[in-house]
Nanobody
């Protein structure tokens, strides 16, 4: 069964850090484009940043630049979202998604943030940042 499983969400104080995991099951995440999205209450799902099949990071949302990064551990078939200096406005359900087709070295903003370009999605993990 092909699926993405996310973990690592939780409650953290403002200024704190969290590391979210996105693990593939039934297929490999190696050399796949991965996007991280979030959806706050009452808002649409938004793309934040993504990593290309060549491990190049594209930031779509300016508010996370300098605070969020992506890394990949192929041995664990897992992609991570490292979140630092968290703010209350980061509170949302966080999703990872995979684009199995993309071989683009540098993903454009459009490639990064277009929901329809991704094949599989995780179930989402809640991140709550208290002030």
């Amino acid at each position: 069964q092909v699926q993405l499983v996310e973990s690592g969400g939780g409650l953290v104080q403002s200024g704190g850090s969290l590391k979210l995991s996105c693990t593939g099951s039934g297929f490999t995440l190696d050399y796949k484009a991965i996007g991280w999205f979030r959806q706050a209450p009452g808002k649409e799902r938004e793309g934040m940043l993504c990593i290309s099949s060549a491990d190049r990071t594209t930031y779509y949302t300016d508010s996370v630049k300098g605070r969020f990064t992506i890394s990949r551990d192929n041995a664990k078939n897992t992609v991570y979202l490292h979140m630092n200096s968290l703010k209350p406005e980061d509170t949302a359900v966080y999703y990872c998604a995979v684009d199995r087709i993309s071989t683009t070295i540098w993903l454009t903003d459009y490639d990064c943030a277009t929901i329809e370009k991704y094949d599989y999605w995780g179930q989402g993990t809640q991140v709550t940042v208290s002030s």
